[in-house]
């Protein structure tokens, strides 16, 4: 019996002033073309997250899309897609949380990478515990 409830994130769509550079920007990062129809649409995944790209005739945004994509090695990665062509509009920046890295596709689409560091996250909650705690 169908509740009403959203259940999860169907798919992800980026915009593209060119559907072939998008293409091939999306294969470079090692996203899985799953098909694409010419100059309508292509679609990718990444493990059980869809992403689709759509085309449009508007000029580029150069706007964050909100989406991060979780790498085990920043810096590897950094190194790698690099030597790809991969346009990085900030590079790695280690934060409490973890490494972050932008990259633009090319519409002007910029998304996250990120690699955490749960271990630092675990230091921070424990100290802030700490002092709530001497605070008392």
């Given at each position: 019996?169908?509740?009403?409830?959203?259940?999860?994130?169907?798919?992800?769509?980026?915009?593209?002033?060119?559907?072939?550079?998008?293409?091939?920007?999306?294969?470079?990062?090692?996203?899985?073309?799953?098909?694409?129809l010419k100059d309508k649409w292509a679609e990718f995944r990444l493990g059980d997250i869809k992403i689709g790209l759509c085309p449009t005739k508007a000029e580029p945004f150069n706007r964050h899309s909100g989406i991060v994509l979780e790498v085990d090695d920043l810096s590897k990665t950094f190194k790698n897609l690099h030597k790809k062509g991969i346009e990085f509009v900030r590079e790695p920046v280690e934060a409490t949380h973890g490494v972050m890295a932008s990259i633009?596709?090319?519409?002007?689409?910029?998304?996250?990478?990120?690699?955490?560091?749960?271990?630092?996250?675990?230091?921070?909650?424990k100290k802030v515990k700490q002092e709530e705690e001497k605070s008392k």
């Open positions: 019996m169908s509740s009403g409830e959203i259940k999860k994130v169907g798919m992800l769509v980026l915009m593209q002033n060119d559907l072939n550079k998008g293409v091939e920007f999306y294969k470079k990062l090692g996203l899985t073309l799953k098909f694409q633009k596709d090319p519409s002007g689409n910029i998304l996250d990478l990120y690699q955490p560091t749960p271990e630092k996250v675990a230091e921070l909650v």
